[in-house]
């Protein structure tokens, strides 16, 4: 099983956002989500959590318009703690 799908399927999805979104852009989450998980979009999950995120702070909008890193934005406990690290 690849990483990432091991991520989708076994984090929350505010921190799979979290951790991807500063280097990912919205709709190749949404892309990862249908391939793996998409009872998170058919629930609107995905969207909504999207959405909170931006409220709180977590997100925000850069000069290009694209999504970065809020005041608010912490690297996810699965990130810091290397879960999901590969040896090379």
Do not use: D, K
């Given at each position: 099983m690849?990483?990432?799908k091991d991520i989708?399927?076994?984090e929350s999805v505010a921190d799979v956002l979290t951790a991807l979104i500063p280097n990912s852009s919205y709709p190749r989450i949404d892309r990862l989500y249908v391939d793996y998980k998409f009872d998170v979009?058919?629930?609107g999950e995905l969207v909504s959590t999207f959405q909170k995120l931006y409220e709180d702070g977590v997100f925000a909008t850069g000069e290009n318009g694209h999504t970065i890193k809020g005041p608010n934005w912490r690297e996810p406990s699965f990130v810091t703690s290397k879960k999901y690290a590969t040896e090379e």
């Open positions: 690849s990483t990432i989708i399927l076994n979009i058919a629930n």
